[in-house]
């Protein structure tokens, strides 16, 4: 990373004045943050690397983008008028539906004149003296606030695999977050897609039908569920509307704010009928039910873990017709759940058409991107078209991306360099003044987002609506504080079995150096313990913090 910060005296300050609050980003954490802030009647602008709003509905514009949440209990909750003039049209709304409700959300609450679109941040450092955050953009501009509030999603810092030759290939070749803007064409052309995690699944299932020839280039298989969406019909939509304050009250009430909820049996309480029963009723039913609403110990327990993945993996031998592919698609190194599930529509069946091949890495590894297409150990694939599904650097990444300095000009990645140190996942101690929404071992990283994002909204609205009243000028997060929730964090995460597995979820990309340890980057304590602790910590007067 350039020295931005030594870059920084060169430049004039853009502005004279100091906002109360920069928020970078303008997804959906960022467009509720900037409406609550000036609700309350703060100075606030907010940076946008995109040319519009939408965030992560923004960039992923790849075929097959969609929701895995059903759409209404995805939509923000804060607003009456705005829930009952929106219509979602499918169960699982597609990402160009999705974008354009989020458009409609910036119009509506007109908050458009508050964000600077075309406006990377790449640096942000706190000036003691004056307690404010000076923010840098990729231009060279410098902008002032007294709190800067991080809203750069999770999953935003997309990440192209460490593969030599990348950029020799001559053909057309896209990482899927970066997906052009205008209609890419996949008639006659040979394909591939590099990544089958929940993003490569969508993309893989959807131009499978359109390719020449598609061939899947596949490191680690995952399970896959289907997905069952549909159109939602008028009488369904009238439903929707009447039920939304029952269903948000749910939503309160389960661990990932899903309409799912963990079946309060053990998986070895019931008959094997009963089990697969269960199972094939699970199976058949739209969304994360298979997930979150399966037997108690299904996620902690390897037996009964076991077991479903078994279930699971037979499921994948009735659907796939070559029986050497239908193993290769079958996990072997992680049961069902310990990773984040993709969810699928006849993506298995794509597998049965004939120009669709799968190459397992594990077995011929790729050795190099070449001018014409892919060197594995063992053939060359020619290709006029490369697709990137390879992810991103999950959690921290986009945070390691921007040069953030605390007090003393301390930098934020080294801080956390051991693995993220929070209070609440919304504060570090020594980088007072900054509140990370979304940020690591914050509940909304394990779940249905928005609905953890307007908690983490509402409060860090409540604590800076509580700062302007009293003239508050400075909010630290204490050390010990920050010790003992991440020490909770770790514990509750250490009964569970998705951290003994290798995945985004766990910190863990073979592309991004120094990130091959396994971390505890969620809370696994569930949204309604989160949102209670958070209550509290208010309540006792903004406890584990020093405000000044
Ligand atoms: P994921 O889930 O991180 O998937 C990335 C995929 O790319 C995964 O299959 C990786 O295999 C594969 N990959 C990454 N680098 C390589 C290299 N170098 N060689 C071969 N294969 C590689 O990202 P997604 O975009 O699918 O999903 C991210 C989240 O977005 C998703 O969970 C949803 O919550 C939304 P690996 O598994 O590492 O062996």
């Known amino acids: 990373m350039p020295d931005t910060h030594m870059a920084a005296a060169d430049h004039a300050v853009a502005s004279s004045r100091t906002f109360d609050a920069i928020i970078i980003g303008a997804g959906i954490a960022g467009l509720y943050q900037l409406h609550k802030l000036r609700q309350l009647g703060l100075s606030v602008r907010a940076f946008e690397t995109g040319s519009g709003v939408g965030g992560t509905w923004y960039w992923n514009r790849y075929p097959g983008a969609r929701f895995d949440s059903e759409s209404y209990t995805y939509g923000y909750s804060f607003s009456q008028d705005l829930l009952q003039e929106w219509d979602w049209t499918e169960h699982f709304s597609p990402q160009p539906e999705t974008l354009r409700y989020l458009n409609h959300v910036a119009d509506r609450f007109d908050l458009r004149r508050d964000i600077q679109f075309n406006s990377k941040v790449v640096a942000a450092s706190f000036d003691e003296a004056a307690r404010e955050w000076r923010v840098i953009l990729e231009n060279g501009q410098t902008w002032r606030a007294r709190f800067l509030v991080t809203a750069i999603g999770p999953l935003s810092a997309h990440q192209m695999p460490r593969i030599p030759g990348v950029a020799d290939f001559k053909g057309e070749s896209y990482h899927t977050y970066m997906w052009p803007h205008e209609p890419v064409s996949f008639e006659g052309k040979r394909v591939a897609v590099i990544g089958t995690g929940a993003t490569g699944v969508q993309v893989i299932q959807t131009i499978a039908p359109l390719c020449g020839s598609l061939t899947v280039f596949q490191r680690t ?39 799912h909820n963990t079946d309060p049996r053990g998986t070895f309480e019931v008959t094997q009928e009963e089990r697969e029963a269960f199972w094939e009723k699970l199976y058949s039913e739209p969304g994360f039910g298979i997930w979150m609403g399966n037997f108690r110990d299904m996620l902690t327990d390897l037996e009964a873990n076991a077991l479903f993945s078994e279930w699971v993996a037979n499921k994948i031998r009735q659907r796939v017709k070559d029986p050497v592919t239908a193993e290769k698609l079958i996990p072997k190194n992680h049961g069902f759940g310990t990773r984040r599930v993709p969810q699928e529509t006849f993506y298995y069946e794509a597998y049965n058409l004939p120009h669709v091949k799968l190459v397992s890495t594990l077995e011929t590894p790729i050795e190099r991107i070449t001018e014409t297409g892919i060197q594995t150990s063992d053939a060359h694939y020619d290709l006029d078209m490369i697709i990137y599904a390879t992810g991103f650097d999950a959690i921290t990444g986009a945070f390691d991306r921007i040069d953030f300095r605390g007090v003393g000009g301390a930098k934020l990645s080294d801080h956390w360099a051991d693995g993220p140190k929070t209070y609440l996942g919304l504060m570090s101690a020594g980088f007072p003044n900054l509140l990370t929404i979304v940020g690591p071992h914050n509940a909304s990283t394990r779940c249905n987002i928005p609905r953890c994002i307007e908690q983490n909204v509402e409060w860090v609205s409540d604590l800076l609506g509580y700062a302007h009243e009293h003239g508050i000028t400075r909010i630290d997060a204490t050390p010990d504080a920050e010790a003992n929730w991440s020490k909770h964090v770790e514990e509750l995460a250490a009964g569970m079995l998705y951290s003994q597995v290798d995945s985004w979820l766990t910190g863990i990309n073979s592309n991004v150096e120094g990130k091959n340890v396994r971390r505890i980057l969620q809370y696994q304590g569930g949204a309604p313990q989160y949102r209670e602790k958070c209550e509290q910590v208010a309540a006792n007067g903004y406890e584990g913090m020093v405000l000044t």
């Open 221 to 259: 298989p995952n399970w896959c569920t289907p997905l069952h969406n549909r159109k939602i019909s008028a009488d369904e939509q009238e439903g929707i509307k009447a039920g939304y304050p029952a269903m948000f009250e749910l939503l309160r009430q389960t661990p990932g704010c899903y309409i």
